[in-house]
């Protein structure tokens, strides 16, 4: 299985502050890769810079051989690279049909019915709201609505930033399945930022968990799923003092 992305000590600031430090990790073609933390890791930054919104001050970014770091980010999604960003960012005032449409904007070939088709198999819903505005939509839905549109681009590798925000166990679970099949029919490789720990884990091969800009930990998620402390930090089997607080310090095995 080849390496699709190879992330090697890329440094990203925002201003003098330094928001992922030394980062390294490599996404295998055909895999779903998850990148675990809580707020403030540096898992979003590590999207931007691989999707060229952000230049790394230090290292690389290698997709399929060739080096992207410091490429504009409309050159980058012309090579196959498709980000989903937190938030969804749909473009509220477009309907359905019209938003899905901009996610083939950089395409040449100009035929994408059967990509409209496509979507609309993965999520029926959309195509009975096809002339509805995003803006009405609900959360759940705009979030499809975003990962449809980003599969107009017929992308090669999916950066998925925390689609499960906001979203009802029951969505939550939908989209899971629907980056599975996404992965298994379509051949999309993911590289997949989540806080819900416990879905990341379940849909991912392989994993990696970030702590203030850095990755102190990876494996493959079923390995991951078994370690202490992901069970306590991540998954809520949390081992608790006599006063009820929890023991991170004391507990966390990475530095």
């Known amino acids: 299985m080849t390496t699709l992305l190879d992330i090697k000590n890329i440094e990203t600031y925002y201003g003098p502050v330094m928001a992922i430090r030394g980062v390294s990790m490599q996404v295998r073609e055909g895999t779903i890769v998850s990148l675990l933390g809580g707020n403030g890791a540096g898992k979003t ?4 810079t691989i999707s060229g919104a952000m230049d790394p001050q230090k290292g690389t970014v290698h997709y399929g051989g060739t080096a992207i770091q410091g490429k504009d980010p409309d050159w980058i999604a012309r090579q196959g690279i498709a980000h989903v960003p937190e938030g969804r960012e749909v473009f509220p005032f477009l309907n359905v049909d019209e938003n899905l449409r901009m996610g083939a904007f950089s395409r040449s070939d100009g035929d994408i019915q059967d990509d409209l088709d496509m979507v609309y198999d993965y999520f029926p819903v959309l195509k009975d709201l096809h002339k509805s505005q995003a803006v009405n939509l609900s959360g759940g839905q705009q979030q499809m609505l975003a990962i449809g549109r980003a599969l107009m681009l017929r992308p090669r590798l999916m950066l998925l ?3 499960s925000l906001g979203l009802s166990p029951k969505l939550v679970q939908e989209i899971a399945d629907i980056i599975r099949r996404l992965n298994a029919e379509r051949s999309v490789t993911v590289l997949l930022v989540e806080q ?11 994993g990696y968990v970030m702590e203030v800009g850095r990755i102190v930990m990876e494996d493959t998620c079923e390995r991951l799923r078994e370690a202490t402390d992901i069970q306590e930090f991540y998954l809520g089997m949390k081992d608790q003092g006599v006063r009820g607080r929890r023991r991170w310090k004391q507990r966390k095995t990475w530095r």
Request: charged share 30%.
């Open 161 to 163: 930033d925390e689609p």
């Open 196 to 206: 819900n720990a416990k879905m990341a884990l379940e849909v991912g091969n392989y």
């Open 45 to 48: 930054t590590v999207l931007k």
